[in-house]
């Protein structure tokens, strides 16, 4: 019989970006903007409390997405506890583009295998991850948000698989969140169903630049960035984006669409403060810097 741990868990899961540009739901990187999350096991009931980014839009019953990714991963570990208070300190936007519902389900999946006793032998970090991606539907952004840092991800045979590759530590970041957001699925549902075989060529051309860009090659940037399947796709749903997408491009700012949109983000050195000056009204800069750790148990 699963036996559950006394007392609080706490539980720190980063902010991603996604796409960054050519890297279409492949490849994205973990950021400086962290959510904090509380849960414990309870006789009875269930408690949700949301402080901070989309407080008022969350629901407070099991159809939330962390309760809804915690009860998938106890079902995985073969027992539901009799009762669950979730405490959610939330600091990622949401519907922005910056991985808010990847963090909700990584967060939901590492607090409820913390909650068990001897977890870890009940559920890998491996076979979390593939729970976290099944319940998202795609990688990109489940696994910067577990494992932290820049990571490749995709599918194969079955399984989802997740590859680090090293970020040069000049490289900082600089996102533009917009006052209001976009609905991933309004997003992905004005991407065509087929693409030019030369726009395809030359997206993976820049994605492989961007792995080695990233990786100790910060001057490359702008040129590994640039993306054709995806970003001018959307413009329709955010026009401000790419509109300032375009105006920092042309100044030799390496800046993307960060996700699903509408957030922008920009890759700088080590000095990004002239960059916050290009912030529109009425948007929010953020430096942040890249998160080489994922989900944390705190």
Do not use: K
């Amino acid at each position: 019989m699963t036996q559950f741990v006394d007392g609080p868990v706490r539980v720190s899961v980063p902010a991603t970006s996604a796409n960054l540009g050519p890297g279409f739901d492949s490849l994205g990187l973990a950021l400086s903007l962290r959510d904090e999350l509380e849960a414990e096991v309870l006789p009875d009931g269930l408690v949700v409390e949301v402080d901070g980014a989309g407080a008022d839009g969350v629901p407070r019953d099991e159809s939330h997405l962390v309760v809804r990714s915690m009860r998938a991963a106890f079902e995985l570990m073969g027992e539901q506890p009799p009762g669950l208070r979730l405490g959610c300190r939330n600091v990622i936007p949401h519907a922005r583009g910056l991985g808010s519902s990847s963090a909700a389900i990584v967060a939901g999946v590492v607090l409820a295998r913390a909650l068990v006793a001897g977890g870890q032998l009940l559920a890998s970090d491996e076979t979390l991850f593939d729970l976290a991606a099944d319940l998202e539907g795609h990688p990109d952004n489940v696994a910067p948000a577990f494992y932290g840092g820049f990571v490749i991800s995709g599918r194969e045979d079955g399984h989802w698989y997740a590859v680090r590759a090293g970020v040069d530590p000049r490289v900082t970041a600089v996102v533009f969140v917009p006052p209001t957001g976009v609905e991933t699925t309004v997003a992905r549902g004005l991407l065509p169903d087929a693409v030019p075989h030369a726009d395809a060529a030359a997206n993976s051309g820049r994605a492989a630049l961007l792995v080695a860009a990233l990786n100790g090659q910060p001057e490359h940037l702008l040129a590994a960035t640039r993306d054709w399947l995806h970003q001018d796709q959307r413009e329709p749903a955010m026009p401000e984006t790419l509109a300032l997408v375009r105006r920092l491009r042309a100044d030799g700012v390496p800046a993307v669409v960060s996700g699903a949109g509408p957030t922008v983000l920009a890759f700088g050195s080590a000095d990004t403060s002239r960059l916050l000056d290009r912030c529109p009204d009425g948007w929010a800069p953020h430096q942040l810097s890249l998160d080489v750790e994922g989900a944390v148990v705190l």
